[in-house]
């Protein structure tokens, strides 16, 4: 079997947060005052990454998701545990792993500020050491997948947020790293400019065969780019697995949409066992069910009783309300 590109094993990472004391004597003895308490980032995480796989890794603010970038890119030393990047210990042979890996980070940029982009990128050859006709073939393809051209004259600071973003995505993939690390690449981005990074980190993936790690609280980026989603809550993995395979294991429920001739009365409710009425709108009806009880014809059989039925619909959760769910449940659990 080949060896996972990226190997994680009880990757740890605690903090120390000092207590807090009010006033003056307070801020006397805390010159001295070792109290506080231990804070687990991240507690125990164990994942695999096969080359060539573009894998979400999701969970709400404070999870822990980009201590764990940090640890793998090796700006963070774990407290505990064991990961191996591209053959690299991250944190003992960060020079080398540089050149294997590039990363973007939709808040922060890599390029120079008052630099025209194309002289940043052509700096980002002398710190990598790119070969010219390298660094030109790179340069070139970055250039039209990302649609360059028109602002590659332009200081980085005179970027748009998408312009920006798309020369740091050329700048983090000029010397081929096969494993990219993207946190919140689309974040605060129109729908034109998400969807032309998406589509550019599809055909990334596909020619080339990149490993990607995406952090992002953007579902849609999720949907569109991920098979497989890593789920991490107060610091611990509560998911690994496919999309479809999270929507079964944490939502159960689905909608139908009914269309009746007539507008039903429902002022009492809905009398069918494991149904629950969502919304009404004059003769369309919404209701929910759980699909491991009863099936859809079940549902659309009881609700003839109030009615005649013109036309009706299926909708199964969408990834967000299932992953909201997700959060809900082990954040009661914590």
Not at 86 to 113: D, K, S
Not at 176 to 203: M, Q, S, W
Request: some cysteine; hydrophobic content about 40%.
């Amino acid at each position: 079997m080949t060896e996972p590109i990226i190997s994680v094993r009880n990757l740890t990472k605690t903090f120390w947060r000092r207590s807090q004391r009010k006033g003056m004597i307070g801020a006397m003895r805390g010159l001295v005052d070792r109290s506080g308490t231990e804070v687990h980032a991240v507690n125990d995480v164990s994942f695999d990454i096969p080359a060539g796989q573009i894998v979400g890794y999701i969970g709400p603010n404070g999870a822990g998701k980009s201590t764990t970038i940090k640890m793998l890119t090796g700006v963070l030393v774990p407290s505990s545990g064991e990961a191996s990047v591209a053959g690299h210990t991250p944190w003992t042979e960060r020079r080398q792993l540089a050149q294997q890996i590039g990363v973007v980070f939709g808040q922060r940029t890599q390029l120079w500020w008052d630099l025209p982009l194309s002289e940043s990128l052509e700096l980002l050859q002398y710190m990598y050491k790119i070969p010219e006709e390298r660094f030109k073939r790179n340069y070139a393809m970055a250039t039209e997948l990302l649609d360059l051209g028109s602002f590659l004259a332009t200081p980085v600071r005179q970027l748009s947020l998408g312009q920006r973003m798309r020369g740091d995505l050329a700048a983090a993939l000029l010397h081929e790293p096969p494993i990219l690390y993207l946190d919140e690449p689309t974040i605060g981005l129109d729908l034109v400019a998400k969807t032309r990074i998406r589509e550019f980190l599809a055909e990334l993936n596909r020619s080339t065969g990149v490993t990607v790690l995406l952090t992002t609280h953007d579902l849609a980026d999720i949907e569109r780019l991920c098979k497989r989603i890593i789920v991490i809550d107060h610091g611990r993995i509560v998911h690994d697995g496919d999309l479809e395979r999270l929507r079964t294991d944490f939502s159960s429920s689905r909608q139908l949409t009914i269309d009746f001739d007539e507008t039903p009365d429902l002022e009492t409710g809905i009398s069918a066992p494991g149904v629950t009425l969502i919304s009404q709108d004059g003769p369309r009806v919404t209701v929910s069910f759980d699909r491991t009880h009863r099936s859809a014809p079940e549902v659309l059989t009881l609700m003839g009783a109030y009615g005649t039925v013109r036309d009706m619909s299926i909708a199964d959760p969408t990834i967000e309300d299932v992953i909201q769910h997700l959060y809900a449940t082990t954040s009661a659990v914590a």
